[in-house]
């Protein structure tokens, strides 16, 4: 999101450079930083449940592959 209280992934898209795992992680046990905290999420949402999250915070968010600007680029593109 772009809003004061979730992540800036438009302003900030290296937050989606890493692995799906990494991802997964964070989604599933949660994440504090000194930007804020992500709540967990694992015992709301299953595996698919979670793969669905972040296939739509990469196709919404991520930036678009050069090629296909339809595509969202991969992590190691992104992580170049």
């Known amino acids: 999101g772009t ?7 438009v302003a ?5 450079a890493q692995q799906d795992a990494v991802l997964d992680a964070v989604i599933r046990d949660g994440l504090t930083t ?3 905290a992500m ?3 694992g015992a ?8 669905s999250v972040l296939a ?5 968010f991520a930036p678009k592959n050069e090629e296909n600007p ?7 593109e992104t992580a170049e």
């Open 3 to 9: 809003g004061p209280i979730g992540a800036n992934f």
């Open 12 to 16: 900030e898209p290296e937050r989606l």
């Open 34 to 36: 000194d930007k804020g």
């Open 39 to 41: 709540p967990a999420f």
């Open 44 to 51: 709301l949402l299953d595996d698919t449940q979670r793969s």
């Open 56 to 60: 739509y915070v990469r196709g919404r």
């Open 70 to 76: 339809k595509e969202p680029s991969t992590p190691s």
